[in-house]
Structure formats: structure tokens, C-alpha cells
């Protein structure tokens, strides 16, 4: 009966874890204390990567994957401050929220973002530490305004982004894990807006909401996807050429049924003059930056008064980002 009853609770706490169309061309855990938490702005704070398996809260996630409770009298101890956070692009998830080592963050469905509140505790927080707001800043990616604080009820002031308190995973080792996603039906990895990751499936061309420039498009890699004045949709001229191609790629044709978010019929693929077949959205060829580093990066934009992200409907984004 215990072993069965072990088992289930294990159970309970594992992770669910060419075309071608071209323009004029042929190419393709615990409540907490039920008191009020204090929301404050994030403001530096160090600590270390060591949460701990003693207790419920170790190991195989203490069975406070997917449900409130836990308050077994042990003070919470936060990981490490976040510092910079950066945004990585997983397979199955899209641009997920990382600190700067490349730690995957979360946010719990029974907490609650307006008013923040956290509601992991004791041994829940053992298992998914919550993750200070001192010293952390925004990537390009993320909107500095949708960074926050939460005083937790355990007095420490927890990072909260579009009003969500974010936590790291213990059973996260190395960067770019994400085996906390889905535990228990209540935890998933933080998107850029404080949303869950993944809500929106990624494709060959996705939808990213940028805080400076709105819906724009980016590629299977979640990569800034521009436009250049100087070429032309019809008649067809591509004007990147030689040196230029060193900065400015081209971006991949994409399969028509791995889209998200983008109307077909703006997505075609042409064919280069050195027979590279390349991306066109709306006919204009579509190219991504070398500059940029992670999803979010804009650093392209507007480069030479002649480069430009492409919005959802082919158009070119002229906003000019701040700084």
C-alpha cells in the first residue's frame, strides 16, 4: 500500500513534457500563510546554486509538482539572483525566459499575478526555488515594465514578470533544461510576457509580440527576420549581395504547413541569381542578422536607414527602438 501510494505520487509529478510559390520565380505546493504579499519594483542580491533534496521538497520533485501545500516549517532558500535574463528559443516551446546562465524560469497556475502572490512553500520551494528579483535586468526581448517584485510571505522578495513569481526547477542541471514544463499540469516555463511558453506553437515563420516594435516575424530559430530597401519584390532584384551576405543571411524557405500565426499566402519561396532559394514574405526577400543573439534581438533594425523587421503582414516595421 505505501509503495503504491509512493509510486502515484512520483507519477503525479513527472513532466509532460518547400513548397514553392515564388514571386515571378520558381522555388518553397504548498500555500504559503495566507497573508498579503508585498509587490515592489525588482531592484542585487547573490546566492548559490544549492536547493537542497532533503525532506519532501528533494529528488523526485516531493509531489508538489501540480498541487498547493507543503508547508512543512522550513524557510524557503532562494537560488541565485537572475542577473541579466536572456530569451532561448526551445523546439517544442518557442522563446522561453532563461536567467544568465541559461537556467530555464517558471511560473506556478495556483499563484496569482494581479495581485502577485506566491503560493509554493516549504518543501514546494525546496523543489522549485523561487528566484530573487535583486540585480535582474531585460534582454531586448522582454518589456523592462513587465519586470516585478513579490515579497513572499517567508520575507523573500521573489522576481515576478507580467506579475507572475518566477522559480527556478531543481531537476534542471544544465542550460536550456526544461523538465519542469508541465509538471503536475501547473508549472510552465515563463515566456517573454510573463505567459506560458508554448501557447503558441513555433514554426518555420512565427509571431514574436516585441515590447518596442509589436507582432513581427521571426524564423524557426526565433530570429529577427528583416527586410531591405534596396531589393524589390517585382520586379524580383535582390540587392544584398557578396560582402553583404557576410552580415545579412537569408533566410530558409519555410513549409507552408509549419507556419504560426502568418497567412499562407504570404509566405513564397524565390530563387537568388547564385541559385539560393530563399524566404519571401509578401515577394519581398526576408534575411536575419548576424548581429543578433538571442529571440527579441533587434539590433538590425533600421541599420543604415535601409534594414527593417517585417510585421505580421509583410509589411516593414519603421519604428525606431529606443536607445
Not at 515592489?40 to 521538497?57: K, L, V
Request: aromatic share 6%.
Amino acid at each position: 500500500m505505501i509503495t503504491r501510494r509512493r509510486a502515484g505520487l512520483a507519477a503525479a509529478a513527472v513532466a509532460t513534457l518547400a513548397l514553392t510559390a515564388a514571386c515571378g520565380s520558381s522555388g518553397d505546493q504548498g500555500a504559503g500563510t495566507p497573508t498579503t504579499d508585498t509587490v515592489q519594483p525588482a531592484g542585487q542580491g547573490t546566492s548559490d546554486y544549492d536547493y537542497g533534496t532533503s525532506g519532501s521538497g528533494g529528488g523526485d520533485g516531493g509531489g508538489y509538482g501540480g498541487q498547493a501545500g507543503g508547508g512543512d516549517g522550513k524557510a524557503a532558500k532562494a537560488g541565485p539572483t537572475a542577473g541579466k535574463l536572456a530569451l532561448s528559443q526551445s523546439s517544442e516551446l518557442g522563446p522561453v525566459v532563461t536567467d544568465a546562465k541559461g537556467m530555464t524560469l517558471y511560473r506556478f497556475d495556483k499563484d496569482t499575478p494581479d495581485p502577485a502572490k506566491s503560493n509554493c512553500s516549504g518543501a514546494c520551494a525546496t523543489t522549485w526555488p523561487p528566484v530573487p528579483a535583486d540585480g535582474v535586468t531585460a534582454p531586448a526581448g522582454i518589456a523592462k515594465s513587465d519586470l516585478g517584485s513579490v515579497t513572499r510571505s517567508d520575507g523573500i522578495k521573489q522576481l515576478t514578470i507580467g506579475g507572475w513569481p518566477a522559480y527556478r526547477y531543481a531537476k534542471d542541471t544544465q542550460p536550456g533544461d526544461t523538465k519542469g514544463q508541465g509538471v503536475g499540469g501547473t508549472w510552465n516555463a515563463l515566456a517573454a510576457d510573463g505567459k506560458k511558453a508554448g501557447a503558441q506553437k513555433p514554426g518555420d515563420v512565427s509571431l514574436f509580440n516585441h515590447p518596442e516594435l509589436g507582432e513581427m516575424l521571426v524564423d524557426g530559430k526565433g530570429r529577427t527576420l528583416y527586410r531591405f530597401n534596396k531589393d524589390s519584390a517585382w520586379p524580383m532584384k535582390f540587392a544584398c549581395n557578396d560582402a553583404c551576405l557576410d552580415t545579412w543571411k537569408p533566410a530558409k524557405p519555410a513549409d507552408r504547413s509549419k507556419l504560426s500565426g502568418i497567412p499562407e499566402k504570404l509566405i513564397t519561396t524565390v530563387t537568388r541569381p547564385d541559385g539560393v532559394r530563399q524566404l519571401a514574405v509578401d515577394c519581398w526577400p526576408v534575411y536575419w542578422f548576424t548581429g543578433d543573439k538571442q529571440p527579441g534581438d533587434i539590433n538590425g533594425q533600421g541599420k543604415q536607414g535601409l534594414w527593417f523587421a517585417v510585421a505580421k503582414d509583410g509589411k516593414k516595421i519603421t519604428t525606431t527602438p529606443e536607445g
